[in-house]
């Protein structure tokens, strides 16, 4: 079972960006597809991006795309998500989450999860 835990969150301007950080214990994370999700208050958890452990394939959602960009450190056991130009609705709680098959546009796929690291837009 992998262990993951999520960090990089805080408080920024609109405009700003941020990098979270997704770091496994327990097994390689190269073995997995993650993901980032996010929850903003009072509403449902939404896929944000993903990499694939073929060829390390990204996928994005659109709200997001251009401006987020996710990336692996195998090395470091690691998957970061660099958020730039970051707006008041990016605001919410962040999660990273793995899957063996593919990258999946639904939560009940993913078989691990961090406990989240809360991101704040100011406007």
């Known amino acids: 079972q992998v262990q993951l835990v999520e960090s990089g969150g805080g408080l920024v301007e609109a405009g700003g960006s941020l990098r979270l950080s997704c770091t496994a214990s327990?097994?390689?994370?190269?073995?997995?597809?993650v993901a980032w999700w996010r929850q903003a208050p009072g509403k449902d958890h939404e896929g944000v991006s993903c990499?694939?452990?073929?060829?390390?394939?990204?996928y994005y959602t659109d709200s997001v795309k251009g401006r987020f960009t996710i990336s692996r450190d195998s090395a470091k056991n690691t998957v970061y998500l660099q958020m730039d130009s970051l707006k008041p609705e990016d605001s919410g709680v962040y999660y990273c989450?793995?899957?063996?098959?593919?990258?999946?546009?639904?939560?009940?796929?993913?078989?691990?999860w961090g406990q989240g690291t809360r991101v704040t837009v100011s406007s």
């Open positions: 990499i694939s452990n073929i060829n390390d394939g990204t």
């Open positions: 989450a793995v899957v063996s098959r593919r990258c999946s546009e639904h939560m009940t796929n993913y078989n691990s």
């Open positions: 327990g097994r390689a994370l190269s073995e997995y597809n």
